[in-house]
């Protein structure tokens, strides 16, 4: 099972911001049970103290343990922010002390992979350091194997998205890529390959 640390401020994104669009690119789809069924989806102490201190300013000085709780039952485990992890966090070149903190804390823990919506701040991490699209174009090349033409395989598989159509689902094994309409899925895989869902939405717009 693939392991993905959620960085601190893309777990708040999720607590913080409504799902207004659960399509591939955004942190609430990572979060839809069977999107990602082969990931185990953790976040660090930090974000858990992040949204502890949230809740306690946003509820009327409540201590945040609703929010922890909450925590606790969507991402599938904790990873314990540890001295020695702090203590390599304060003597690195780091850019963000935070990003610095999870960084190593991923690292000794085993991570495969972080997810992040500014990767600038993980130079201390080893393995990849991806936006959500380009984990998400990651793990259904990784994981499910997809032949080298990506287009000529959807082609087979599933036909022009309906426009009256809210969704459309393009099969990967037992996992289900979720297509907004209007968006023909060749199109959509390419931008979120690349990375690009913001200019490609730009651009519709």
């Not at 190593?104 to 992040?116: L, N, T, Y």
Request: aromatic fraction near 12%.
């Amino acid at each position: 099972m693939m392991k993905v640390l959620i960085d601190s401020e893309l777990g708040l994104e999720f607590f913080l911001y409504p799902a207004d669009n659960v399509g591939i690119g955004s942190i609430h789809s990572l979060l839809q049970p069977g999107n990602f069924s082969q990931v185990e989806r953790c976040v660090s102490d930090v974000f858990l103290r992040n949204i502890r201190f949230l809740g306690a300013k946003l509820n009327d000085n409540t201590d945040g343990a609703e929010l922890v709780t909450q925590a606790h039952t969507i991402f599938d485990r904790v990873i314990q922010v540890t001295s020695d992890c702090i203590h390599q966090a304060i003597a690195s070149d780091y850019q963000s002390f935070e990003g610095a903190i999870e960084s190593f804390c991923a690292q000794k823990d085993g991570i495969d992979i972080i997810i992040s919506n500014s990767p600038s701040k993980y130079i201390n991490f080893d393995g990849p350091i991806l936006t959500i699209q380009q984990f998400a174009a990651h793990y259904f090349e990784e994981l499910y194997q997809l032949p080298n033409s990506q287009e000529n395989y959807l082609d087979s598989v599933v036909s022009l998205t309906q426009p009256q159509a809210e969704k459309s689902f393009i099969p990967f094994s037992s996992c289900t890529l979720v297509v907004p309409a209007g968006i023909h899925p060749n199109t959509y895989y390419k931008y979120l390959q690349q990375g690009e869902m913001d200019e490609y939405w730009n651009w519709r717009n």
